[in-house]
């Protein structure tokens, strides 16, 4: 067991077969734009705000719970509201009408209703959930609790 363990690292992280190294990614595999370290140095991430990963990285931490806390706005409905081009921004999810998400793949009207109603629910919430689904680097829900 150590044995495989212990050859998994050597091939991930150090001279794996035929003496390659490890290299990871350079460019982002959603968009193609060239990834950048964090200002630690110990992240890679993909600066392009208009990569669909990004977006959608966005969209449902705005959509969780610490937020605006959207029922069902689960990462599968986040990723078919942006694959099919109705939201590209947080703002759009509150100009979306429910014939339009239960249009979507797999939704039915039930949970499209549901869904509306948690975005309609969430204009009555604290505006420092609202801040926390903004995504600003260094504050997290404590910090603009």
């Given at each position: 067991m150590l044995k495989g363990v212990a050859r998994f690292f050597t091939l991930a992280f150090g001279k794996g077969a035929g003496g390659m190294s490890f290299h990871p990614s350079q460019t982002c595999p959603d968009c193609g734009t060239k990834l950048m370290r964090t200002e630690e140095g110990t992240e890679w991430h993909c600066p392009n705000l208009d990569c669909p990963a990004q977006i959608r990285a966005h969209i449902e931490l705005s959509c969780s719970a610490p937020a605006m806390d959207f029922?069902?706005?689960?990462?599968?409905?986040?990723?078919?509201?942006?694959?099919?081009?109705?939201?590209?921004?947080?703002?759009?999810?509150?100009?979306?009408?429910?014939?339009?998400?239960?249009?979507?793949?797999?939704?039915?009207?039930?949970?499209?209703?549901?869904?509306?109603?948690?975005?309609?629910?969430?204009?009555?919430?604290?505006?420092?959930?609202?801040?926390?689904?903004?995504h600003i680097p260094d504050i997290g829900d404590a910090e603009a609790e």
């Open positions: 029922a069902g706005g689960d990462d599968v409905l986040v990723a078919e509201l942006v694959g099919s081009g109705l939201v590209r921004d947080v703002a759009e999810l509150f100009r979306l009408k429910v014939g339009e998400i239960a249009a979507l793949p797999g939704m039915t009207q039930e949970s499209a209703q549901a869904f509306f109603v948690a975005i309609t629910a969430s204009q009555k919430r604290e505006a420092w959930g609202v801040l926390f689904g903004l």
